[in-house]
């Protein structure tokens, strides 16, 4: 997420016949919308009954109009630079990137259905597969606008606004369930109070400074997306997701603490900021995340259980799984991906004591690895790559 104002739109005063027909557009999209969220209520009335479809509906509508009013307001930022003309249709990316609201839209809906949930499980399977979706749907919206030469200021803006929305919605329907700590909600609110200060500063007449391009910023925002699509699947275990959330949610909001004091003018001196970024960067990669992997060796070791050679398949399998992304890890060697299927696989099973201490700050290690890579002595790390690369470029 990158939560920064509305870049002026001096080009067009939003009046144009450009604009009109965008705004044509937009309202098809809506109504469409709207009527796939009312077949979704009456699919759903068959299988728990006319007021919880009721009570879909009005929740799952209401967020989707919040989509359309979102994307109406910045129409006039469909174009590829301030100073660009307006393009005359939104075209397929954009257009995608809307669908992404109204999967999160839809998603929502079901906030309004606790009990439902809990009796219907399979209801909670596809609230995680459209929120799953959504976050996909986030990586993919770029690179179709970078294909068909599209990139627009208003694909960037509602990015971030649906980004936003959908960290909200989603970790609402993770706590319902007990797969997150309360706490995660923080991730939620930080967007909202970021753009809420940006604009208090505004309105009494407070300079608000401009926030760099961040690479670790946008990663930081897909792993939170990442994080809570797979803690919506039922198989993923809350002895798992709930402290891993931590990991995760700690550096983001260290992330929109530091922002503040860009934007706040706390941290004036760009050049200043820039070179204190990358010497703490220099750092991180240099010293902080190789120790963190010699750490892991010894806090998996002593939370690894004895092994028995009496086990079933599965379990040898699992445990030689878990062995085999922990060796990624410390080797350096694809670590983001080990991370990732440890994490996963460790939700999926709970093989060990989840409350050790050692398996807690192996946890930790491995949600840090995942967010930041492996750093320096590491053997290959093309993962990194693609975390930072923009697809379709």
């Not at 929502?108 to 597969?129: F, N, Q, S, T």
């Not at 079933?312 to 062995?323: C, D, G, K, Q």
């Amino acid at each position: 997420m990158n939560p920064s104002a509305d870049p002026p739109n001096s080009a067009d005063p939003g009046n144009s016949p450009h604009h009109a027909n965008l705004r044509a557009e937009l309202t098809r999209l809506m109504l469409t919308g709207l009527v796939a969220l009312a077949l979704a209520a009456g699919v759903l009335s068959t299988l728990t009954g006319a007021i919880n479809a009721l009570l879909y509906l009005s929740l799952g509508a209401t967020l989707w109009l919040l989509v359309w009013q979102q994307s109406d307001s910045r129409l006039t930022l469909n174009r590829s630079e301030e100073a660009a003309p307006l393009y005359a249709e939104l075209g397929w990316a954009n257009r995608m990137t809307i669908g992404r609201g109204w999967l999160i839209a839809a998603t929502g809906g079901l906030l309004a259905l606790p009990d439902a949930l809990h009796a219907y499980p399979l209801l909670l399977w596809i609230a995680a597969a459209l929120y799953s979706v959504a976050a996909i749907l986030d990586r993919a919206d770029g690179f179709v606008a970078r294909r068909t030469g599209q990139t627009t200021l208003l694909g960037a803006r509602l990015d971030t606004v649906f980004d936003a929305l959908g960290l909200l919605v989603a970790p609402l329907l993770a706590l319902q369930h007990g797969k997150i700590h309360a706490s995660y909600l923080l991730v939620s609110l930080a967007y909202y109070l970021f753009v809420l200060g940006i604009r208090v500063r505004q309105q009494t007449q407070q300079p608000v400074y401009p926030l760099t391009p961040s690479l670790l910023r946008r990663s930081l925002a897909g792993f939170q997306m990442g994080y809570i699509a797979v803690v919506l699947w039922p198989p993923f275990k809350a002895d798992v997701t709930v402290p891993a959330g931590f990991g995760f949610m700690v550096p983001l909001l260290i992330g929109f603490l530091v922002d503040w004091l860009v934007v706040s003018g706390r941290l004036t001196a760009q050049h200043r900021v820039s070179a204190w970024f990358r010497y703490l960067n220099t750092i991180t990669r240099q010293s902080l995340l190789p120790i963190l992997r010699v750490a892991l060796v010894v806090t998996a070791v002593l939370a690894a259980p004895r092994l028995d050679p009496t086990a079933s398949w599965p379990l040898l399998w699992v445990n030689s799984l878990l062995a085999l992304g922990v060796a990624m890890m410390v080797l350096g060697l694809a670590g983001r991906a080990g991370a990732i299927m440890v994490l996963m696989l460790l939700a999926w099973t709970v093989p060990l004591p989840v409350m050790s201490t050692p398996f807690l700050i192996s946890l930790f290690i491995i949600t840090a690895i995942l967010l930041l890579g492996c750093g320096r002595f590491s053997l290959w790390q093309a993962d990194d790559d693609w975390v930072n690369r923009q697809d379709g470029a």
